[in-house]
């Protein structure tokens, strides 16, 4: 059995470009008692990927030049010799970027039924909602009557941030780079949007449409959006540090915020979090997001590219700005 | 009666200067019913009170042009129509930088009787050591074999921070201006002492000073040691922010840390905290430290300048590395 893969050919030097990414074709062994044969459907494309390319440590392993990529997929099973994954069973994994693999079913999950498509394990259902959930519940701790800012709120965990700080009874606050995405989150009943592209100062712009000041802030995109929220935090404030995509793709380093004193001015907290490290909550969350799937009361939004020969495109698309909720490749094997 | 008292003549641009300040002499009206006249025997200058001279919304009211500055001071009753403050109680207060004055009693506090000079509970026992114990218990949890970092580990605060890190069992590297005082904390037993001063790299330097990483970072200086220690901890540590002494006679913004990305990457937990807010642990903490003291576990340190015309000389001092310890002022009026 021929598969096809995208390896990493090159680290990236700043924005990650086609070059960086090389398809393959690798031959399947026949699969063994114990194993099983996938066919991804879909996989996902995520911000965090960038950090998998630098060689360094940090909470997961770089990536291997000349090996494939990984991230998160669903596929179905086409042939099996493992009593717990039958042909026909979808399964959710971290071997993205590959049309075909073998597995002995080590870190694979089997998919519930759900009218949804499976595609939404990958987003609202799976890690950034998941991610979403754990840093307003678990990190931040919003409340209702708060005012919660998020930045890349149209993103994969963004759009499910405000919709979640939203049905949470706060009000939402949240930074978009575009009007198109603006006026979509409006729509989602967001208080006040900001397209930050067409304002000239982040800072007035956030305390124009947030004069109550910030509670808590939802940190996707670090730099001038970080300083933004240091000068609007209320006191006692929140920062749950999700993501700072604005320095994925930096060369040099750049200099954070010089108005870190409001961490003691205002008596912030500002924490990292990692959701994997929070995933035995997974169970609470799917069963609450299922009835607000359900309910209408959260929309799941994803973009979609076709063919894992866009994959690269779809994942170069992320820092672009190119997907409105989740980026995620249909594979069409 | 005639007090002398020390106004804010202006507000410093950058490090402050002799001509910020302006001795005055006020008439003091005759004690009424309910009063009490103080004659303050010592008087706290503090970091803290820098950020009181810019005119800004923050935790504290800004000092005004004209006014007589404000500060922790012990002083002694000398004259009293009131029950609960009779002639010879020693007082604490926040009226500082002034020779004497009348009170009702309003946020005053009798000291309790102690072998200990008063002018400790301007130090180890009072504001500075409450701090020291506030950061390292309520807000980094500091455990048993971890490793806590301190910087300006030689100040008020910093020195009681270090010894209070080894009597919880962890172990102590310190940051420091001088070799002197990083001999002295040697001498009390914190495990590697770097002098900032002398190292080209800091970051390198403290790596060198704790291969292990670091759990716990008491922050009082900011910048390059906020960067320092982002390089070096470990996955989950906690950052006390106490103070960023650096930053505080900046007249132009300053940078922050390029490498903020490390909240994401180790799960960071950075938070900031003022000292008053926890106040009501008061007495658990004066019960400890005062067992402390008694047994010589803790060393209570502290450099005296002579007068309150010198004040501003010792507020200065502070910025320029003066002090060993507590800066404190003993008035001779």
Redesign the interface.
């Known amino acids: 059995m021929n598969a096809q893969q995208i390896v990493l050919a090159s680290r990236p030097e700043g924005m990650p470009t086609a070059d960086n990414f090389t398809p393959q074709s690798v031959e399947l062994p026949p699969i063994k008692p114990g194993e099983f044969l996938v066919k991804n459907l879909w996989m996902s494309v995520d911000p965090y990927m960038r950090?998998r390319m630098i060689d360094r440590k940090?909470?997961i392993a770089p990536f291997a030049i000349g090996a494939p990529l990984e991230g998160g997929a669903i596929g179905e099973v086409i042939e099996s010799q493992h009593p717990d994954f039958p042909v026909g069973t979808k399964v959710s994994s971290m071997l993205g970027w590959r049309s075909h693999y073998v597995s002995d079913g080590t870190e694979h999950t089997a998919l519930p039924q759900t009218p949804l498509s499976e595609s939404h394990f990958l987003g609202v259902m799976g890690m950034p909602g998941m991610t979403a959930w754990t840093g307003l519940n678990r990190i931040a701790k919003l409340q209702a009557g708060e005012t919660l800012f998020v930045s890349a709120a149209s993103g994969a965990v963004g759009s499910v941030a405000c919709q979640l700080g939203l049905l949470m009874g706060a009000k939402v606050v949240a930074s978009v780079g575009s009007d198109e995405k603006a006026q979509h989150l409006k729509s989602l009943g967001v208080d006040a949007v900001i397209n930050y592209k067409s304002v000239d100062n982040l800072s007035e712009a956030l305390k124009h449409a947030a004069p109550q000041g910030i509670d808590v802030y939802f940190e996707n995109v670090?730099g001038d959006h970080?300083a933004a929220s240091l000068d609007n935090m209320n006191?006692h404030g929140r920062i749950a540090?999700?993501?700072?995509i604005a320095?994925y793709n930096d060369t040099a380093?750049?200099?954070?915020?010089?108005?870190?004193?409001?961490?003691?001015?205002?008596?912030?907290?500002?924490?990292?979090?990692?959701v994997f490290?929070h995933w035995q909550h997974y169970p609470e969350f799917a069963k609450q997001m299922g009835q607000w799937l359900a309910s209408g009361q959260v929309k799941a939004e994803q973009t979609i590219y076709q063919g894992l020969d866009n994959a690269a495109e779809a994942f170069i698309g992320l820092f672009q700005g190119k997907n409105k909720g989740k980026m995620v490749v249909q594979l069409n094997n």
Chains 1, 2 share one sequence.
């Open positions: 950090g940090s909470y670090g970080l006191d540090v999700c993501g700072m320095q380093p750049t200099p954070g915020p010089s108005n870190l004193a409001n961490i003691i001015i205002k008596k912030l907290k500002v924490e990292g979090f990692i490290e």
